[in-house]
């Protein structure tokens, strides 16, 4: 595997499910195969779950894990190409890369969508430039558009506690105070598309995400429509993400306060797990009730993003 972005990347859907059954199940069996292996892990954004899990996920496999905070720990990167750089951004891309990836033999990279430049976020410029100019497999920590080893993650928790074969799987849209990419509801929305379940999409008129993502997903307006007899409440939120209006790109169209999930939403369903990917803001996105709730899976889905990580690297590591 050179590159995880999309779930095409992992391949088949079942094997890859298997194999973090196993890696969960024994997570020290593959400790020679890192042996003398370094993945580095580099983050533009802020991060908990994905630095210390893609870290563990990285010493179970016998890799020497480096975390590197741009801005923080290195000078400032100036990302675009043809900028007279007389700002504060020390170094550019095009050089960094290639001296970060000579010291690894595998690279992941957080990266944010700026949510200005729709075509620049959804080029993925920063992690396309990874590829390019580092020569080595690239793993998405969330990018521009794709968080795929928090999707992993949410189908490794979702085979875990279905209850029949081809569960409800509601992705539901919820306020929030600032303007959030779209990375987390892409990748959710292109996974559930692969798996074999029924999944509905809800969210206020104007937050339709890009096709490409949401493919074959059906998309219900009405909120509490779409939660009756859901298995899974899968919440999040997300700006605009600039499909029916591009000059909308990344901006708030709705604080509704209505579409917090709370009791009155969950009593709908069929007794749902609830799912986010965290950090959640409590009663914004989700009431106290819901998520202290024993159906609330926030703490399982964030244990398995160690799971999701370590099948990624296991894979790149046997193909190098
Ligand atoms: N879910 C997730 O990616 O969490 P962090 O932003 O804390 O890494």
């Keep these: 595997m050179k590159s995880f972005f999309h779930v095409q990347d992992i391949g088949d859907l079942g094997k890859a499910l298997e194999e973090a059954k196993q890696v969960k199940a024994t997570p020290f069996a593959w400790k ?24 563990k996920a990285a010493l179970n496999l016998g890799m020497n894990p480096i975390v590197l905070n741009i801005g923080q720990d290195s000078w400032k990167l100036e990302t675009e190409m043809g900028v007279v750089m007389d700002g504060d951004k020390s170094e550019h891309l095009r050089e960094a ?10 690279i992941g990279i957080r990266s944010f969508a700026g949510l200005t430049d729709r075509e620049y976020d959804y080029n993925e410029t920063v992690l396309r430039q990874f590829l390019e100019y580092g020569g080595k497999p690239v793993i998405s920590l969330e990018s521009a558009t794709v968080h795929p080893c928090q999707a992993f993650a949410d189908l490794i928790t979702i085979e875990e506690y279905k209850k029949k074969s ?3 799987v509601v992705m539901t849209w919820a306020p929030h105070p600032k303007a959030l990419p779209q990375a987390v509801p892409n990748s959710f929305a292109e996974w559930m598309n692969a798996a074999d379940v029924d999944f509905v999409i809800t969210h206020p008129e104007g937050y339709e995400l890009d096709p490409k993502f949401a493919g074959k997903a059906r998309v219900e307006y009405d909120q509490m429509k779409a939660l009756e007899g859901a298995d899974f409440v899968y919440a999040k939120n997300w700006s605009c993400p600039g499909v029916t209006d591009p000059s909308g790109y990344g901006q708030i169209l709705s604080k509704d ?9 969950m009593a709908v369903t069929n007794n749902a797990y ?6 959640v803001r409590r009663n914004m996105i989700v009431s106290d009730s819901v998520i202290d709730a024993p159906t609330s899976l926030v703490i399982p ?3 398995n993003r160690e799971v999701s990580a370590q ?8 193909s190098l």
């Design 311 to 318: 099948v990624v690297m296991k894979r790149m590591l046997e």
């Design 257 to 265: 306060m209505g579409w917090t999930v709370d009791d009155r939403h």
């Design 32 to 55: 020679s195969l890192g042996e003398n292996r370094t993945i580095m892990l580099v983050f533009f954004n802020s991060s908990l779950r994905t630095r210390l899990s893609s870290q």
């Design 97 to 106: 890369i290639p001296v970060m990836t000579s010291y690894c033999d595998i």
């Design 274 to 279: 609830f799912m986010h990917c965290l950090p």
């Design 301 to 303: 889905e964030a244990a």
């Design 166 to 168: 081809r569960p409800k």
